[in-house]
């Protein structure tokens, strides 16, 4: 009798509950607030990069992005505006010229922009200035924007070009990087000059001649496997074709390493030759905005 009256009272019990679950407001989840599009012009062309690359385009100083042992200083406001118009220029249209849609697929979801290179206090790279600094495939630091001024004609004239030249090997090295990660390295490549390494300490060591005869495009791909991929990128869209085939002709190691990476480019759908051209182009034909 007990237990028919517990089962009794149990089954009172869900069927009053039963109907509150039924009769309960549903959940309405507010929608975003629409971003307003910013009148400021530096503003208002990072909002239009975001949208085309899905990606955040940081310039606004914030110290997180860097370790204590970094000397580094925030971008001039005034280059800022111009360095966006020039690194879509120089970086991210010449992969789209070839396949659509490349830098949206493959940008990294964060581009920081700061002022000067990186120079390192402590640690194994005490010393060691960096240009650029890639962290995974998610975000590209990229530096010495106080050196870009391309409204002075004398600058252009006199320095600029070399200044032009050596950002686009940054941010290709540093999107090498990128690659890397999304897709992994050129199968084989890594055991081409196994044993060969020196570590991060130690590359400085080597002159240029014996870095290439280890199958290395400079001494500092001799740090790891990972740079010694991005040295070799970089290497190629340094130069013409002929003139980089000339240059590594007879090294059977550096030849090796150079086939792979252009499979491996191939297979993405870019011709790195084609793409060392149009931003050669890019970068001898660059005027601002236009």
């Not at 106080?146 to 252009?156: A, E, H, S």
């Not at 990476?261 to 660059?286: E, F, M, R, S, W």
């Amino acid at each position: 009798m007990k237990q028919f009256f517990k089962l009794s009272f149990i089954l009172a019990l869900t069927a009053l509950a039963l109907p509150a679950c039924k009769t309960e407001d549903p959940i309405v989840l507010d929608t975003p607030a629409p971003r307003p599009i910013p009148t400021d012009p530096t503003d208002l062309k990072v909002y239009e990069l975001e949208g085309k690359y899905r990606s955040k385009f940081i310039y606004k100083w914030d110290r997180r992005y860097f370790g204590n042992d970094v000397v580094i200083a925030p971008p001039n406001y005034d280059n800022v505006l111009y360095y966006l118009d020039f690194l879509e220029k120089i970086w991210a249209i010449p992969y789209d010229m070839q396949v659509d849609n490349f830098m949206l697929k493959n940008m990294p979801k964060e581009v920081v922009l700061v002022g000067t290179t990186m120079k390192y206090e402590s640690g194994d790279e005490v010393g060691f200035n960096a240009a650029g600094l890639a962290i995974s495939s998610s975000r590209i630091i990229l530096t010495d924007l106080n050196n870009f001024k391309p409204t002075d004609k004398v600058w252009l004239i006199n320095s600029g070009m070399s200044w032009m030249k050596e950002q686009a090997k940054t941010m290709h090295h540093e999107f090498a990087h990128v690659l890397d990660k999304l897709y992994g390295r050129p199968k084989g490549f890594d055991n081409v000059s196994k044993g060969l390494y020196a570590g991060s300490s130690r590359f400085d060591q080597y002159s240029l001649a014996e870095a290439n005869s280890r199958g290395f495009w400079i001494p500092y791909g001799m740090s790891n496997e990972a740079e010694d991929f991005a040295t070799m990128v970089e290497g190629i869209l340094s130069m013409q074709k002929a003139d980089y085939l000339a240059t590594i002709k007879g090294n059977a190691l550096l030849e090796k390493k150079y086939a792979m990476v252009y499979d491996y480019y191939k297979a993405l759908g870019i011709d790195i030759h084609i793409l060392q051209v149009n931003v050669d182009q890019a970068i001898t034909g660059y005027h601002i905005g236009n």
